[in-house]
């Protein structure tokens, strides 16, 4: 293994800079619920209704969704936290109460900040990596709290600030 280039440090560390939405993505391939906790999820068009995310295809959820025709995307709110951990750091992501099974049989988490369904359009594979543009087909806004963000390597919230537009 080498030693990463100046340029590798400075772009983990920009990103490290760069606040993000936390959310989680869900499929259900097989019978089987997968997931993971996403910070690359954006919106890429408002007519039709599509938005994107970015993932590893190491990741043990790649053969999901490689092979799923829909998918959920939940954005989470400060309560979500610990969900946000376990969908990140654990592989006992849908034991208990938490979930069910909503429309296309998509695995929807309880008590978020909002879930949509989607319909997979285009799978971009480049090197290790894929872009995924999903269609919604379905979705439900929770509560209007305050977003979870990653930052810095931890979790945080946004601050207002003393300005008006």
């Known amino acids: 293994m080498t030693d990463k280039t100046p340029f590798e440090r400075t772009f983990k560390e920009m990103f ?3 606040a993000a939405g936390v959310a989680i993505i869900t499929v259900n391939y097989q019978g089987e619920p997968y997931g993971f906790t996403a910070t690359s999820v954006a919106s890429l068009s408002a007519q039709p ?3 994107t995310f970015n993932m590893a295809r190491s990741s043990s959820s790649w053969p999901a969704v490689a092979n799923a025709t829909h998918l959920g995307v939940h954005m989470l709110g400060l309560e979500n936290q610990a969900l946000a951990d376990r969908f990140a750091r ?3 992501r849908f034991g208990g109460d938490h979930w069910e ?6 695995p929807i988490l309880k008590d978020v900040a909002g879930w949509l369904i989607g319909k997979i359009q285009m799978r971009l594979s480049f090197e290790n990596n ?3 543009v999903v269609e919604v087909v379905e979705g439900e806004v929770g509560d209007d709290g305050s977003p979870l963000l990653y930052h810095a390597g931890g979790y945080g919230q946004p601050v207002p600030l003393d300005y008006e537009i």
């Open 16 to 18: 490290r800079r760069h």
């Open 49 to 51: 209704p599509r938005f």
């Open 90 to 92: 654990t592989k006992d």
């Open 101 to 106: 099974l909503g429309p296309h049989e998509v």
């Open 130 to 132: 894929a872009v995924v």
